[in-house]
């Protein structure tokens, strides 16, 4: 098990660049591997230019996998964004989504504000296809100093997906990070929440520790 999950965080890393935070994320039930990051394009004077791009890279490997149950769960999210100053922040967004159990373009609208201590990065999408899901996703992350070489990193994140067929099953996930931010690495505790159903929900959640570190 320990061994699968290296494999992971290993092949993970070794498509990031400079400055890609990989978190990981030891839980009582499962480990995940979290790689997320922000990039503007730059324009032709090597300035930032109004195009944003987004990109998330999860994996989670539950230890009571079986060879046809809790078996790994992934996800790939990539989007861009096209922020004008006039907007404030807020944006049209396209998203591609490659999931575990397939794949969903969506295009919406976003809010982005990131400066160094604070970034507070949101959207709402629907999904290109039909019968589709609505989309929304907070993420918030705050980190004050506390001193000259220590900072609180804490982090709050909601993902949201609310079906358009009255049958579908609506599905919410919160996840929660507050520990201590040293130079390039946080880490401290966490803990992730899943619900899931329609009119009676599936309650699953994993507490633990994380390690962060930008590369």
């Given amino acids: 098990m320990r061994k699968g999950i290296f494999i992971i965080l290993i092949g993970i890393c070794t498509t990031a660049k400079a400055q890609i935070p990989v978190e990981l994320f030891g839980g009582h039930e499962r480990t995940t591997v979290d790689v997320m ?3 503007y394009f730059k324009n032709k004077q090597g300035e930032n230019s109004r195009w944003l791009f987004f990109n998330r890279n999860r994996a989670s490997v539950d230890y009571r996998m079986t060879k046809t149950t809790y078996l790994p ?25 490659v999931l575990s159990w397939g794949v ?20 709402l999408v629907c999904e290109t296809l039909e019968k589709p899901d609505l989309d929304y996703f907070l993420l918030f992350r705050f980190t004050p100093k506390l001193s000259e070489k220590v900072n609180l990193f804490t982090q709050i994140e909601s993902v949201n ?10 599905n919410f996930t919160q996840r929660i990070r507050l520990g201590l931010q040293l130079k390039t690495y946080q880490f401290g505790a966490g803990a992730d929440f899943n619900q899931t159903g ?18």
């Fill in 37 to 39: 990051f922000f990039k």
């Fill in 73 to 97: 769960q992934f996800g790939f999210t990539e989007a861009i964004s096209y922020n004008h100053e006039k907007l404030k922040g807020f944006a049209p967004v396209l998203v591609g989504q």
């Fill in 104 to 123: 969903y373009p969506k295009a919406g609208i976003q809010y982005a504000h990131i400066s160094k201590n604070m970034t507070v990065f949101t959207w």
């Fill in 161 to 170: 997906a609310f079906p358009t067929e009255s049958a579908d099953n609506f």
């Fill in 198 to 215: 329609n009119n009676t929900f599936t309650n699953i959640y994993n507490v633990g520790g994380f390690i962060r570190h930008e590369f």
